[in-house]
């Protein structure tokens, strides 16, 4: 195989940005709930994704202007399509899917196609036929569990995960999409996090290669639940 180059991008909030994060924080801070839920690790995780999916704007700004990681994603994109490149674009959320291919066609007059868990299964090989025989630059989205395996997606060499994963195996299967056999190209691997929240507890988890059991957030542990709340607390941006 070519070389697989992963590129770590760490990246500051806005003071837009983390005011409003830190507001949502102080919320779960003064909860007197003892039955501190998944909801609010994933509404934390969503606000990071970009703010326009938990909370929508109705003028419908720029989302580059809203989100320093979006911004960074599309500076990304840029060069990608630029140099006349296809990505892969792994994200959880539904709402990010449609924010996506709505600011792509309206910015690089490029459609992305998709891949989630609405998609049927008979149709996402046609997807990916697709995408791999085109001759020109194109943009795939992904749910990285509904497209993380089984899917040769060697017309891309570009991989974004715009957002990280608990599990980590789920990541590497999701950019083994790409990286495989058949791949004629250098593979970049681009791994966006904001510092000083949620996600960077993620990529610290990540990195401590601990056993998956042990970084999964469960509705039912509460006791871990709020030992992860401490820890989003003494990550407040500043």
């Not at 791999?132 to 194109?138: G, H, L, P």
């Not at 871990?224 to 407040?236: C, D, F, R, V, W």
């Amino acid at each position: 195989l070519p070389a697989k180059v992963v590129i770590n991008q760490p990246i500051r909030m806005s003071r837009e940005e983390s005011e409003r994060y830190v507001s949502y924080i102080n919320e779960i801070k003064q909860s007197d709930s003892e039955d501190i839920s998944i909801g609010m690790f994933t509404n934390l995780r969503m606000f990071c994704t970009h703010p326009f999916i938990v909370s929508p704007e109705k003028n419908e700004k720029d989302p580059c202007k809203t989100s320093v990681k979006y911004q960074r994603l599309c500076e990304i994109m840029q060069n990608i399509i630029d140099c006349g490149e296809k990505a892969l674009i792994f994200t959880s959320y539904v709402k990010m899917f449609e924010l996506m291919k709505t600011d792509f066609i309206n910015r690089w007059k490029i459609q992305a196609s998709e891949i989630n868990g609405s998609t049927p299964i008979e149709e996402r090989q046609k997807i990916v036929d697709a995408f791999n025989a085109s001759d020109k630059s194109e943009i795939l989205l992904l749910n990285p569990r509904a497209a993380g395996v089984g899917l040769n997606i060697t017309g891309a060499n570009h991989v974004i995960h715009y957002n990280l994963e608990w599990n980590p195996s789920l990541e590497a299967q999701a950019t083994a999409r790409s990286y495989r056999n058949g791949q004629k190209k250098n593979v970049f691997v681009y791994r966006l996090y904001y510092q000083d929240t949620i996600e960077e507890i993620i990529q610290n988890k990540l990195d401590e290669k601990k056993d998956i059991a042990d970084v999964t957030v469960t509705e039912s542990n509460t006791s871990h639940n709020k030992k992860l709340i401490s820890e989003i607390l003494t990550k407040l941006p500043i």
